[in-house]
């Protein structure tokens, strides 16, 4: 239940033809796609949710940031993929639904930070939710 969950879903569609890993740093990248001829993906997993919040956590390194937006300055389509391991759910969110995210973050910051936390939860019988908490305000 790793990317390979992923993938498989990606793969099954009847508009699937091609996937092809990209390269980062001028190696193959273990988390970023190219499908078919115009989509770029950037895969992401947690294990669990955290105990509290029942919150799968995706954290995103400056390195993390740097390999989305690669993806983006090749390909107009990207997305960002999360896998829910323990929920056995997968969702995603689009490149300017991540930036905007980081922007929102970044604003109520006032700074940029190493690393930014994106949350999901996945509610029963609902549709995956996908935010970031607000600096500085716990369970915002």
Known sequence: MFH???LT??????LFTAINS???NGS???SSFWVNKDIGIFLKYARKANASHQEFPF???QENIREIEEIHSKLEKVF????CAGAKEICCISYDQFTNLLAFRK??????????TILVTVPSGKSCRVYMN????KNT
Do not use: W
Request: proline letters at 3%.
């Open 80 to 83: 960002l993929i999360f896998v």
């Open 134 to 137: 607000v600096p500085g305000r």
């Open 59 to 61: 954290n995103f390194t």
């Open 9 to 14: 879903q990606i793969a099954e569609h009847d």
């Open 107 to 116: 604003k109520r910051r006032g700074i940029d930070e190493d690393k930014y």
């Open 28 to 30: 193959k990248s273990r």
């Open 4 to 6: 390979g969950a992923a």
């Open 22 to 24: 990209l390269t980062n």
